[in-house]
């Protein structure tokens, strides 16, 4: 019984062998799923292949009965319910979520009233957590019913097995029009005499419910499941109609006029095996056709696929990603939290062609894949994951990211030339802010991602930053889904920076966001060897100066909405001298003009020039007195999550790359400090141990990095600045070179660095050029337990920035 199985403390991680049968290391035993289902992680459990195209997974009902989700990773761990275990997901998104599609519910009920009557309740089955057990690649639970279920993943294909009480009857809802946002037409067919149900749901509606934009169909899944039971009963709903003995269903639940499908609307299909005894469904999905997710199935799975093989072949899949990086020493804690951030930064883009090769690009066409890219994949939150995740996940696997990137300008080239900054699937949904596409491509080339066409994104960047479009000069979706690839960019070219009242969710946020697309055009550039454009947007990413006021506060300059004809927002003069503006009502703790952040947390937000920010700010000693009274209260107690709008907020990304910057102050046993009490308090081995949304594996990949002791804090570069690692040693395995990282010394309390050592040779510098990324070589750090405030000090020790030059 599943309930003796997981009688054991939940949190508990069994990694008493980290040995497999076959004798490589089972790293995946230190992977705990269920990290990050509470408190906003919006992660899911389910079972998943690395970059999988199925995330099979539990749906829970709301916790809240006035919410319509759980929560956007269809699950929440202080939910009681589960309504079915759905084929798809995303990792650690926000808005409402999405995808969630066709639901899969065992049933020991008679189907009497529409489970469209109410989706997100009716024929749900109570859970507890001591009955649930979740692993990379399979789940699994005991209901309330008395229905055990097991769930395990391949790439394209999922397998289940359900195992009814005896005596009771054996059934399974098909929900195919219950996606988790809703659904606009969804068709189910079942045929009897082989056990085979087929059909397909058309959805999106990510972030709908905000604006009307998004609110709109822009993928279809289709999927073929085959059971290997005899089917008895088979039975349909469409709305609140039940029909008994049908074998067809069609329709959709809408979206509703809020953006939230209302009760009532949609329809599915159910099957009858008796009673009692197992019932295992293997299915297929396509996002292109029928016929496809029937290949794909029959390309993954044999007839005589057990769940046990197709776990054990998942685990396999895991192991193998999970063990290019090797950890030595650190506390049982730390290798459960750091392995299970490696999982879920691995889990996102996904894989969205098929075992043919062919995708259905965003122009509504069936494309195919084209040598040498291997894979298209799908869903990138671009504002997120180019800070540190596509690094990361390239530096891993750099044919990998060379197809990562493919699939962007193969996206950006069925849409018109842009270069969308949140697609989910086949959709431009336009959510967040800025233009993160040049800086995530130049991300790519610079950790090694060296087999996609370069010059032709390159090209194609170039003319989306140069080329004003209509979507660009609209206010379509704003604030939170402009249309444009770049919105207000007529305004950009002539003014230099963007004002209030152009398209934006926040002009000076969209400022700074900007200009870092203009370095990582710069950057991508200077890899590539084009001077002319290197340097051009070299100047344009100096573009922050623009909205830099030095006068805005008393404690110094901040950056500020600012308006077409070069005035600030509401002034008032203390005096007649006009250089003594101060603007009226300004505090550091404002959201005028910013993303998901105040005027204090953006003030850090130039991270390729570093440097020259300094600057503006009076040099060195006056940054860091900022920085100490941004991560620290007046207490002098950590103030870095929840600590309100001065203070860092290092569970979403405009303060994620801030705690590395006392490595350009001259003071890096501050940056080592912090860092280390970050990992040590919010990141956790508990439901609530990702601190906010992971962002399809954005924190996660943060995590890695910093337990770790390095970080790639310049977008579109490979540079990383040092902080120190938890571990005492640490090799990453990659094809271009093995990386070795040793800290003899690692310990609880010594983080603080004494000395560094680069391929043998004794170094100051505080940071390591690029070649150590895409070659490979030897770290050593030498460690303490009092800070050493003579290491890393002396100007020329601090990592590079990068000016106008």
Same mark, same amino acid.
């Not at 990792?91 to 979520?97: D, K, P």
């Given at each position: 019984?599943?309930?003796?199985?997981?009688?054991?403390?939940?949190?508990?991680?069994?990694?008493?062998?980290?040995?497999?049968?076959?004798?490589?290391?089972?790293?995946?035993?230190?992977?705990?799923?269920?990290?990050?289902?509470?408190?906003?992680?919006?992660?899911?459990?389910?079972?998943?292949?690395?970059?999988?195209?199925?995330?099979?997974?539990?749906?829970?009902?709301?916790?809240?009965?006035?919410?319509?989700?759980?929560?956007?990773?269809?699950?929440?761990?202080?939910?009681?319910?589960?309504?079915?275990?759905?084929?798809?997901?995303?990792?650690?998104?926000?808005?409402?979520?999405?995808?969630?599609?066709?639901?899969?519910?065992?049933?020991?009920?008679?189907?009497?009233?529409?489970?469209?009557?109410?989706?997100?309740?009716?024929?749900?089955?109570?859970?507890?957590?001591?009955?649930?057990?979740?692993?990379?690649?399979?789940?699994?639970?005991?209901?309330?019913?008395?229905?055990?279920?097991?769930?395990?993943?391949?790439?394209?294909?999922?397998?289940?097995?359900?195992?009814?009480?005896?005596?009771?009857?054996?059934?399974?809802?098909?929900?195919?029009?219950?996606?988790?946002?809703?659904?606009?037409?969804?068709?189910?067919?079942?045929?009897?005499?082989?056990?085979?149900?087929?059909?397909?749901?058309?959805?999106?509606?990510?972030?709908?419910?905000?604006?009307?934009?998004?609110?709109?169909?822009?993928?279809?899944?289709?999927?073929?499941?085959?059971?290997?039971?005899?089917?008895?009963?088979?039975?349909?709903?469409?709305?609140?109609?039940?029909?008994?003995?049908?074998?067809?269903?069609?329709?959709?639940?809408?979206?509703?006029?809020?953006?939230?499908?209302?009760?009532?609307?949609?329809?599915?299909? !159910?099957?009858?095996?008796?009673?009692?005894?197992?019932?295992?469904?293997?299915?297929?999905?396509?996002?292109?056709?029928?016929?496809?997710?029937?290949?794909?199935?029959?390309?993954?799975?044999?007839?005589?696929?057990?769940?046990?093989?197709?776990?054990?072949?998942?685990?396999?899949?895991?192991?193998?990603?999970?063990?290019?990086?090797?950890?030595?020493?650190?506390?049982?804690?730390?290798?459960?939290?750091?392995?299970?951030?490696?999982?879920?930064?691995?889990?996102?883009?996904?894989?969205?062609?098929?075992?043919?090769?062919?995708?259905?690009?965003?122009?509504?066409?069936?494309?195919?894949?084209?040598?040498?890219?291997?894979?298209?994949?799908?869903?990138?939150?671009?504002?997120?994951?180019?800070?540190?995740?596509?690094?990361?996940?390239?530096?891993?696997?750099?044919?990998?990211?060379?197809?990562?990137?493919?699939?962007?300008?193969?996206?950006?080239?069925?849409?018109?030339?842009?270069?969308?900054?949140?697609?989910?699937?086949?959709?431009?949904?336009?959510?967040?802010?800025?233009?993160?596409?040049?800086?995530?491509?130049?991300?790519?080339?610079?950790?090694?991602?060296?087999?996609?066409?370069?010059?032709?994104?390159?090209?194609?960047?170039?003319?989306?930053?140069?080329?004003?479009?209509?979507?660009?000069?609209?206010?379509?979706?704003?604030?939170?889904?402009?249309?444009?690839?770049?919105?207000?960019?007529?305004?950009?070219?002539?003014?230099?920076?963007?004002?209030?009242?152009?398209?934006?969710?926040?002009?000076?946020?969209?400022?700074?966001?900007?200009?870092?697309?203009?370095?990582?055009?710069?950057?991508?550039?200077?890899?590539?060897?084009?001077?002319?454009?290197?340097?051009?947007?070299?100047?344009?990413?100096?573009?922050?100066?623009?909205?830099?006021?030095?006068?805005?506060?008393?404690?110094?300059?901040?950056?500020?909405?600012?308006?077409?004809?070069?005035?600030?927002?509401?002034?008032?003069?203390?005096?007649?001298?006009?250089?003594?503006?101060?603007?009226?009502?300004?505090?550091?703790?404002?959201?005028?003009?910013?993303?998901?952040?105040?005027?204090?947390?953006?003030? !850090?937000?130039?991270?390729?020039?570093?440097?020259?920010?300094?600057?503006?700010?009076?040099?060195?000693?006056?940054?860091?007195?900022?920085?100490?009274?941004?991560?620290?209260?007046?207490?002098?107690?950590?103030?870095?999550?929840?600590?309100?709008?001065?203070?860092?907020?290092?569970?979403?990304?405009?303060?994620?790359?801030?705690?590395?910057?006392?490595?350009?102050?001259?003071?890096?046993?501050?940056?080592?400090?912090?860092?280390?009490?970050?990992?040590?308090?919010?990141?956790?081995?508990?439901?609530?141990?990702?601190?906010?949304?992971?962002?399809?594996?954005?924190?996660?990949?943060?995590?890695?990095?910093?337990?770790?002791?390095?970080?790639?804090?310049?977008?579109?570069?490979?540079?990383?600045?040092?902080?120190?690692?938890?571990?005492?040693?640490?090799?990453?395995?990659?094809?271009?070179?093995?990386?070795?990282?040793?800290?003899?010394?690692?310990?609880?309390?010594?983080?603080?660095?004494?000395?560094?050592?680069?391929?043998?040779?004794?170094?100051?510098?505080?940071?390591?050029?690029?070649?150590?990324?895409?070659?490979?070589?030897?770290?050593?750090?030498?460690?303490?337990?009092?800070?050493?405030?003579?290491?890393?000090?002396?100007?020329?020790?601090?990592?590079?920035?990068?000016?106008?030059?």
């Amino acid at each position: 019984m599943l309930s003796k199985l997981f009688a054991a403390a939940l949190m508990t991680v069994a990694a008493t062998s980290l040995l497999s049968a076959a004798g490589v290391a089972d790293r995946a035993s230190l992977v705990n799923p269920l990290v990050g289902t509470a408190n906003g992680g919006n992660v899911f459990p389910g079972a998943t292949m690395p970059f999988g195209m199925v995330q099979f997974s539990p749906e829970a009902t709301p916790v809240n009965l006035k919410r319509m989700i759980a929560a956007p990773g269809g699950y929440e761990y202080r939910a009681n319910r589960l309504r079915g275990f759905s084929l798809t997901n995303v990792e650690g998104w926000g808005c409402a979520g999405g995808s969630g599609d066709v639901p899969l519910m065992p049933i020991t009920d008679a189907v009497e009233g529409s489970p469209s009557a109410d989706f997100r309740h009716a024929y749900s089955a109570a859970f507890s957590h001591a009955d649930e057990k979740a692993e990379p690649g399979s789940y699994r639970v005991k209901l309330g019913n008395g229905v055990e279920v097991e769930l395990a993943a391949a790439t394209r294909m999922g397998i289940a097995t359900f195992k009814f009480p005896e005596g009771k009857p054996a059934r399974v809802l098909v929900r195919t029009s219950d996606s988790e946002v809703g659904s606009t037409a969804a068709q189910t067919r079942i045929d009897a005499a082989t056990g085979t149900v087929t059909g397909s749901v058309r959805s999106g509606n990510f972030c709908g419910y905000i604006g009307t934009e998004d609110r709109r169909p822009y993928y279809t899944l289709h999927f073929v499941a085959r059971f290997d039971r005899p089917v008895t009963e088979t039975g349909a709903w469409i709305d609140d109609k039940v029909t008994p003995g049908a074998t067809t269903a069609e329709g959709g639940t809408g979206f509703g006029p809020k953006g939230f499908p209302e009760a009532g609307h949609g329809s599915g299909v !159910w099957l009858g095996f008796g009673t009692g005894g197992g019932v295992r469904v293997r299915i297929g999905i396509s996002y292109v056709s029928d016929e496809n997710a029937e290949a794909n199935l029959e390309a993954e799975s044999r007839d005589g696929a057990t769940y046990e093989q197709v776990a054990a072949r998942a685990r396999a899949a895991w192991n193998k990603r999970l063990n290019q990086i090797e950890t030595e020493g650190g506390t049982e804690e730390q290798k459960i939290v750091f392995t299970t951030a490696l999982y879920h930064a691995l889990m996102t883009p996904t894989a969205y062609s098929d075992a043919n090769g062919e995708y259905m690009g965003m122009d509504e066409k069936v494309h195919r894949i084209a040598a040498p890219q291997s894979v298209q994949y799908a869903n990138f939150s671009g504002w997120d994951v180019y800070r540190s995740q596509f690094q990361l996940l390239t530096w891993l696997d750099a044919k990998q990211g060379s197809d990562i990137a493919q699939s962007l300008y193969n996206q950006s080239q069925q849409d018109g030339g842009r270069w969308d900054r949140w697609t989910h699937l086949g959709g431009a949904t336009h959510v967040m802010n800025g233009d993160p596409a040049a800086a995530a491509v130049a991300d790519v080339w610079a950790f090694g991602g060296r087999e996609f066409d370069a010059k032709g994104a390159l090209a194609s960047l170039v003319r989306a930053a140069d080329v004003p479009t209509k979507e660009d000069l609209s206010h379509d979706g704003c604030p939170v889904e402009c249309v444009g690839q770049r919105p207000g960019l007529d305004q950009w070219l002539k003014l230099h920076y963007i004002p209030v009242g152009a398209p934006a969710w926040g002009p000076a946020a969209d400022t700074l966001e900007d200009v870092s697309a203009e370095f990582g055009i710069s950057a991508l550039a200077g890899h590539l060897g084009d001077e002319n454009v290197r340097q051009r947007f070299a100047v344009r990413a100096q573009y922050w100066k623009n909205i830099w006021n030095p006068n805005a506060a008393p404690d110094g300059g901040y950056f500020m909405n600012r308006n077409a004809d070069g005035s600030w927002p509401v002034m008032q003069s203390d005096d007649d001298d006009d250089n003594d503006q101060k603007p009226h009502g300004f505090t550091p703790a404002t959201g005028a003009g910013f993303v998901e952040g105040s005027a204090a947390q953006y003030v !850090w937000m130039v991270p390729f020039n570093v440097a020259g920010l300094f600057e503006q700010m009076g040099g060195r000693e006056k940054a860091v007195a900022r920085l100490d009274r941004f991560f620290y209260d007046d207490k002098g107690a950590p103030a870095v999550t929840n600590a309100g709008p001065l203070h860092a907020e290092l569970n979403n990304e405009p303060s994620i790359e801030t705690p590395w910057l006392y490595d350009f102050a001259g003071q890096p046993w501050k940056t080592q400090q912090l860092v280390r009490q970050v990992l040590n308090t919010i990141w956790k081995n508990a439901p609530d141990g990702i601190p906010g949304n992971d962002d399809l594996g954005e924190m996660s990949s943060w995590a890695v990095f910093a337990s770790m002791g390095i970080y790639p804090e310049i977008p579109g570069r490979a540079e990383f600045v040092l902080g120190s690692p938890i571990f005492s040693k640490v090799t990453i395995h990659r094809a271009e070179g093995d990386v070795r990282i040793v800290a003899k010394s690692a310990a609880a309390d010594n983080f603080y660095v004494r000395g560094v050592r680069v391929n043998g040779k004794t170094s100051s510098k505080t940071w390591l050029p690029e070649s150590f990324a895409t070659k490979g070589g030897t770290l050593e750090f030498d460690l303490s337990d009092t800070p050493d405030k003579n290491w890393g000090v002396n100007r020329g020790d601090e990592p590079p920035s990068f000016g106008a030059q």
